[in-house]
């Protein structure tokens, strides 16, 4: 490049990668490199102020009357720019420390519509996503046959296939739309968001936690569970890679005031309908079972089906397959709702809001969740903590908040005491709720004492040559033995006590065997000529084993043998009450008892079913009441992410939830800018922090974990530093 041409600014000096390369190449000294680069940085200034100025500027970019730099110049002029260059440092650090509107730069005119077009057809699928149901007929294979069990060797799903299906389209569609902006549209517009250096950290972390979970389900041992997920949960690994392009695009193009104000304006409404069909669905009338819903859930050979579908539970549930999910997607958007609202400048924006927030607390309430309950409450107390520091340092007008918080206080206080004294029902559920429906529970050696009078209350039971042991918690052991004839085939069974001394039964009229000793009359045994052992032992279901290879073996669904009966290993804490948190200690204990096996990567998506020691009877039978539950889940999402993709892969999700934290603390809370996206950043930190709440009792699944996937991506560009383009 020239001489004349490289000082006279002909040349793209906008681009610091261009302008960097033509300094390298000039020729010229430190000094005149000095110079040019204040000029550059001057110039960029004035024209960020010409566009916060409705895009006029006196400027003259032709600089006809700019005298050009000689080496003789150089000696007499250097100290001059020093001192103008230090001059024109502390004007912008002044400025900088009174732009109260701060994250705010205006570039009209200068912002692709498409990307505006793009992050639309996101906020409109992410609030369609929770409600997108159609019929799937998932055909069990040999492997999926030995946990879920089905007369037609089909499974119907609903509500959960075809959302993950949707997250999994929307992601193709995201990152091939990305890559034709990288590839083929990019010329002008370089400011791409994604390659922000504040950003590096997510995208690294994002890229690393992929990596993990590619890793994991190409080295799965069942990998026809890895790419969709087992049946009832569907969330493989395209659907977890769906999130995270999900996350990243919301980073990439939620950098505009038009597009984050459409993100408001859809988590509001999507809330607000969520709210609507949970007090449908309490008022006897759900959305599933309504004419139009089943048009759209089933082929027309199927609608009669569809309309006969209900759920079997009290608990409301809409579209989210189970009440515990929707009750964490009421944790996770009550926040937003709250913040949208009360910061919207919109009168019925406001109203939408405030009215999205209070419904989908009773939603919450209704869906009979813990969890959900609490993460409301969770949310509602650190938006108030956060709106009293706004109050304290005039962040927000204090008149109008203090007018507000009295009005949404009152009304909040006098409709929940209203509705507590007025509906029973409503009551009882949150009563419930509140307590985990164990306001009176009872220790576990209380149960155990109270139900010894109806049941033989098993402690441990062992497999020995031709028998089994069974002993309860009165100190008792109860042992079978197979009669084996010379062949090695059995011809019968009989019974031993703690002693080892014979016991005297007699046969009842359903051909089973009973024990005349008052220590065994809860148990009841009966062998049946295909070497098939039942054991009653007043629990709601039997355990039935299989005569094979010299010894008892569980016999599972009818279907096959499991060689051994497992038992609960996992840490000794969860074992004083294996019960607690709705039977979540059992689980929590038995997935933590095979977690060093999942170190480096995990078992891979879709597998944690077959890795859980199933048919640990002593355990299923104090927790459950029966030894026919199937474990599929971990009710811990860092759990189920280290069972899938590895404990490295939770330590890497855990600092990126971690570095929003920490990140969004800084700008929501020790220095927020008070700027018309003040309640945005508050709403999407709260909310990100209820869901972690939700995370730690329920699963990450495809009804919500796509929505907060979404929020958190938008939460990462709002709370990163980065400068939001003027658009509206």
Not at 430 to 437: Q, R, S, T
Request: glycine letters at 6%.
């Amino acid at each position: 490049m020239k001489r004349e041409d490289l000082l006279d600014f002909n040349f793209d000096w906008r681009d610091e990668d261009v302008f960097k390369q033509a300094l390298k190449e000039s020729g010229l000294s430190e000094k005149e490199k000095i110079r040019l680069r204040d000029e550059r940085m001057r110039r960029l200034e004035l024209e960020e102020l010409k566009a916060e100025n409705s895009g006029y500027d006196d400027y003259d970019y032709d600089d006809d009357d700019e005298e050009e730099v000689t080496e003789e110049d150089d000696e007499e002029t250097s100290e001059e720019d020093e001192e103008t260059a230090e001059k024109e440092d502390k004007k912008k650090k002044d400025k900088k420390a009174k732009n109260d509107d701060g994250l705010i730069v205006a570039i009209k005119g200068d912002y692709p519509l498409r990307k505006m077009f793009i992050a639309l057809a996101m906020c409109v699928f992410a609030a369609v996503l929770p409600y997108i149901s159609y019929l799937h007929s998932q055909p069990l294979t040999e492997l999926t046959n030995k946990y879920f069990s089905s007369d037609t060797g089909y499974i119907n799903d609903w509500f959960l296939f075809q959302k993950e299906f949707c997250v999994v389209i929307a992601a193709l569609v995201l990152l091939g739309l990305f890559m034709v902006e990288e590839c083929f549209v990019e010329k002008r517009w370089k400011d791409i968001p994604l390659r922000k250096k504040n950003l590096r950290l997510p995208m690294i972390l994002t890229g690393v936690y992929a990596l993990l979970l590619i890793v994991s389900g190409i080295l799965s041992e069942h990998k026809e569970l890895v790419m969709m997920g087992v049946v009832k949960q569907y969330e493989g690994l395209l659907g977890v890679l769906g999130y995270l392009i999900i996350f990243l695009a919301a980073m990439n193009y939620f950098c505009d005031t038009k597009s984050l104000e459409r993100f408001s304006t859809a988590m509001i409404l999507t809330t607000l309908a969520a709210s609507i069909f949970a007090v449908m669905e309490y008022c006897g009338h759900p959305l599933q079972q309504t004419d139009i819903m089943a048009h759209l859930m089933a082929p027309a050979d199927k609608y009669e089906l569809a309309k006969k579908l209900h759920s079997t539970s009290d608990n409301v549930h809409i579209t989210f397959f189970n009440s515990n999910y929707f009750g964490s997607f009421c944790g996770l958007m009550f926040p937003m709702a709250a913040a949208f609202g009360l910061g919207s400048r919109n009168i019925v924006k406001k109203i939408l809001g405030c009215v999205a927030a209070a419904g989908i607390a009773v939603g919450a309430v209704l869906s009979n969740s813990t969890a959900g309950l609490y993460a409301v409450a969770a949310g509602c107390g650190l938006l108030f903590i956060i709106y009293i520091v706004y109050w304290c340092r005039n962040k927000i007008s204090r008149v109008q908040s203090l007018i507000a918080f009295v009005c949404v206080a009152a009304v909040g206080a006098g409709g929940f005491t209203f509705v507590m004294k007025n509906n029973d029902d409503m009551a009882a559920r949150f009563y419930k709720v509140v307590n985990n429906g164990s306001a009176n529970k009872e220790a576990p050696e209380e149960y155990r004492e109270r139900i010894k009078g109806t049941h033989y209350v098993l402690k441990e039971i062992r497999q020995g040559e031709h028998s089994l042991e069974l002993d309860d918690y009165s100190g008792n052991t109860l042992t079978v033995t197979a009669n084996v004839n010379d062949s090695g085939k059995p011809t019968g069974v009989y019974f031993s006590d703690t002693d080892g001394n014979k016991l005297e039964t007699y046969v009842d009229d359903d051909d089973c065997t009973c024990f005349r000793d008052e220590r065994y009359t809860n148990a009841n045994f009966k062998f049946s000529n295909t070497d098939k052992l039942y054991i009653d032992l007043g629990y709601e279901k039997k355990m039935v084993f299989q005569y094979e290879d010299e010894k008892f073996k569980p016999y599972v669904h009818s279907l096959y043998t499991q060689d051994t009966i497992n038992t609960y290993k996992g840490p000794e804490y969860f074992k004083k009450d294996l019960s607690a948190l709705s039977g979540r200690y059992f689980i929590w204990g038995t997935t933590m008892s095979f977690l060093d096996e999942c170190i480096l990567i995990g078992k891979g998506s879709g597998n944690y079913v077959t890795y859980f020691p199933q048919y640990d009877y002593v355990s299923l039978l104090e927790v459950y009441d029966t030894p026919a539950m199937v474990v599929n889940k971990p009710h811990n999402w860092y759990l189920g992410v280290a069972v899938d993709s590895g404990v490295i892969s939770l330590i890497v999700l855990l600092v990126l939830l971690g570095a929003f934290l920490v990140k969004g603390f800084g700008a929501v809370v020790l220095h927020p800018v008070k700027d018309r996206f003040l309640h945005l950043r508050l709403g999407l930190y709260v909310a990100v922090i209820a869901y972690m709440i939700v995370g730690i009792i329920n699963d990450s699944y495809v009804c919500v974990s796509p929505v907060f996937w979404f929020i958190f991506g938008v939460g990462w560009y709002a709370v990163s530093g980065n400068k939001v383009v003027e658009t509206d």
